[in-house]
């Protein structure tokens, strides 16, 4: 969100609000005079972080602030680190596992890594040219399956 203040006073009062009282989205717009779609944005990120209520008493609003808007990476820097997708297949298969489950897991790990969105297009770009490599080989083999 570049050229926009933003206020950490009012993403930790979204922040207690939802996951301290558990209030609605609705609810905690209207308290914090934020728009809805402010609010899930500021949970969705909070979420993706690993964030929750309440927030450990050493975090600054700079380090809350690093944490839900990462710097976006700039020309010529090092490309984001990609998942291990064959992992991600196999981790599908599992009753309850979502891609979106997974992205969590990976953005944790990776608070620099690809957004939700940007992965699963890259999921689905490696799992068209596996599928592809598949059906072009002259024999199919064991791990195509």
């Given at each position: 969100m570049p050229g926009r203040h933003i206020d950490m006073k009012k993403i930790?009062?979204?922040?207690?609000?939802?996951?301290?009282?558990?209030?609605?989205?609705?609810?905690?717009?209207?308290a914090c005079t934020l728009s809805t779609s402010t609010v899930h944005e500021y949970l969705y990120r909070s979420e993706a972080a690993g964030l929750r209520w309440p927030l450990p008493e050493e975090a600054t609003d700079e380090d809350l602030e690093r944490t839900l808007f990462p710097p976006r990476r700039?020309?010529?820097?090092p490309?984001?680190?990609?998942?291990?997708?064959?992992?991600?297949?196999?981790?599908?298969?599992?009753?309850?596992?979502?891609?979106?489950?997974?992205?969590?897991?990976?953005?944790?790990?990776?608070?620099?890594?690809y957004g939700y969105s940007r992965l699963a297009d890259l999921y689905k770009e490696w799992e068209r040219s596996r599928t592809l490599a598949c059906f072009n080989a002259t024999t199919v083999e064991k791990s195509c399956s």
């Amino acid at each position: 969100m570049p050229g926009r203040h933003i206020d950490m006073k009012k993403i930790r009062e979204v922040l207690r609000l939802r996951y301290g009282q558990g209030s609605s989205v609705h609810d905690i717009a209207s308290a914090c005079t934020l728009s809805t779609s402010t609010v899930h944005e500021y949970l969705y990120r909070s979420e993706a972080a690993g964030l929750r209520w309440p927030l450990p008493e050493e975090a600054t609003d700079e380090d809350l602030e690093r944490t839900l808007f990462p710097p976006r990476r700039r020309k010529g820097e090092p490309e984001r680190p990609l998942p291990d997708f064959a992992r991600f297949r196999s981790e599908l298969s599992r009753k309850g596992v979502t891609l979106k489950l997974l992205w969590q897991e990976y953005a944790r790990e990776n608070p620099d890594g690809y957004g939700y969105s940007r992965l699963a297009d890259l999921y689905k770009e490696w799992e068209r040219s596996r599928t592809l490599a598949c059906f072009n080989a002259t024999t199919v083999e064991k791990s195509c399956s």
